[in-house]
Nanobody, 125 residues
């Protein structure tokens, strides 16, 4: 079970950083990702990072504003969110594809088999 943290209430234009850890295991061989689920909406892809850390994918809605990174030393995946908008309001989930050394970065929910509990981000206008 992943553990996500860092959510909160911010104003439009502010920044926020989310973190995700995987207690007892290493993230190193896995593709990792962030998804979000806004009020009344389905869970949607936000960002993902290859197991090597050399390839990323972002939803069009967050490109240029969000950055996903991993720290293999601390076994942590972060999502830096800048220039937040009210439409970014959602519960954010981190996820891992535990097929080791996967070549493909999945953008669909079904591509990930380990999930965190979610952390709420609220952006006021």
């Amino acid at each position: 079970q992943l553990q996500a943290s860092g959510g909160g209430l911010v104003q439009a234009g502010d920044s926020l950083s989310l973190s995700c850890v995987l207690p007892g295991r290493t993230f190193n061989p896995y593709v990792v990702a962030w998804f979000r689920q806004g009020p009344g909406r389905e869970r949607e892809f936000v960002a993902a990072l290859s197991w090597r850390g050399d390839s990323t994918d972002y939803a069009d809605s967050v490109k240029g504003r969000f950055t996903i990174t991993r720290d293999n030393t601390e076994n942590r995946v972060d999502l830096q969110m800048n220039r937040l908008k009210p439409e970014d309001t959602a519960v954010y989930y981190c996820a891992a594809d535990t097929v080791a050394f996967a070549r493909r970065i999945a953008t669909e929910v079904q591509g990930y088999d380990v999930w965190g509990q979610g952390t709420l981000v609220t952006v006021s206008s």
